[in-house]
């Protein structure tokens, strides 16, 4: 059974890059995690707080320039691939509010996903790469951090998907609330 800090990573990945990918012919899933090398030491981060669940360490895959692992199949996997897909695509699950109402699981969200806004030299927001989900999903995302932090933000037009944008009103607040959380190496993307 997962731990806490296991579940917020997983449930924050798969806000974010991570994904739930079939075994035993689609029956059964694991978690698999892949990140830039730029954030390797991220992933290892990742993969020490897993490591229970994984056979072979996290490798580079050199066509990608990315760091890669997957864990092993596990009951509590395919649960929440049950929660988070609706068939091949990845949906934000009606239990929103349950899911990232920690702020460490919006902090992992954010090391996956988010960036800084900046121009010249200036921070003029930041935004969650929300893109792998619809414009509805976005918008209950968008209304539930508004109910739960006050956060507000709008839907951005972005490769022809969306994403959440938080400006003036609410960048300097979400980095308040997840910067406790943010890890050394990721640092880069607070102010």
């Known amino acids: 059974m997962l731990n806490p800090l296991q579940e917020q990573l997983i449930i924050g ?24 090398s730029k954030q390797k030491e991220y ?18 895959q050199s066509n990608a320039n990315a760091w890669k692992f997957n864990t092993i199949s596990r009951p509590e996997f395919t649960d929440l691939r049950a929660c988070f897909y609706q068939e091949r695509q990845k949906i934000v699950p009606d239990t929103i509010e349950h899911l990232i109402g920690i702020p460490q699981v919006m902090a992992i969200w954010y090391m996956d996903d988010g960036n800084l806004r ?5 921070i003029y927001g930041c935004m969650l790469n929300s893109h ?13 951090l508004y109910q739960r932090y006050g956060l507000k933000s709008v839907l951005q037009r972005n490769h022809e998907k969306y994403r959440l944008y938080f400006g003036a009103g609410s960048w300097k607040q979400l980095c308040t609330i997840i910067a406790p959380y943010i890890l050394p190496s990721m640092r880069y993307k607070l102010p």
Request: no cysteine; proline share 3%.
């Open 132 to 144: 792998s989900f619809t414009y509805e999903d976005n918008q209950k995302v968008s209304r539930w």
């Open 118 to 122: 900046r121009e010249y030299g200036n």
């Open 13 to 36: 990945s798969l806000l974010g890059d991570g994904s739930l990918t079939a075994t035993g012919g689609g029956k059964r899933y694991r978690f698999t995690v892949s990140h830039g």
């Open 43 to 60: 992933l290892f981060w990742k993969y020490e707080i897993l490591k229970d669940y994984v056979r072979t360490p996290p490798r580079l």
